[in-house]
Nanobody, 124 residues
Framework: QVQLVESGGGLVQAGGSLRLSCAAS????????MAWFRQAPGKEREIVAA????????YYPDSLKGRFTISRDNTKNTVYLQMNVLRPEDTAVYYC?????????????????WGQGTQVTVSS
């Protein structure tokens, strides 16, 4: 069972930045594709970013390209989400997710393990 613990959420003004972190318990972390999702009140959960084992492949939905950056440090079993130029519509609970992968690839779905989430609130 992989345990994921997110941190770094909080309240920020529009135009500001936040960096979220997700620490994983799995010692084979480097074999896991990692992702960030978010869910706003009354909306479905959506993917924000994903990253392959090596960090060499990333995925972002078109709507978020350029503002959000996912990265990982396999020596620390940690994945990060740098969020810049935040907008009120970015307000949501942000979740870290992982899935074991035989290949160094990214995917937008089929994640097995989930963290508890961290709240991000962007004020206007």
């Amino acid at each position: 069972q992989v345990q994921l613990v997110e941190s770094g959420g909080g309240l920020v003004q529009a135009g500001g930045s936040l960096r979220l972190s997700c620490a994983a318990s799995e010692r084979t972390f480097r074999r896991y594709t990692m992702a960030w999702f978010r869910q706003a009140p009354g909306k479905e959960r959506e993917i924000v970013a994903a990253i392959s084992w090596s960090g060499g492949k990333t995925y972002y939905p078109d709507s978020l390209k350029g503002r959000f950056t996912i990265s990982r440090d396999n020596t620390k079993n940690t994945v990060y989400l740098q969020m810049n130029v935040l907008r009120p519509e970015d307000t949501a609970v942000y979740y870290c997710a992982s899935r074991f992968s035989l290949l160094d690839e990214v995917t937008a779905g089929d994640y097995l393990y989930w963290g508890q989430g961290t709240q991000v609130t962007v004020s206007s």
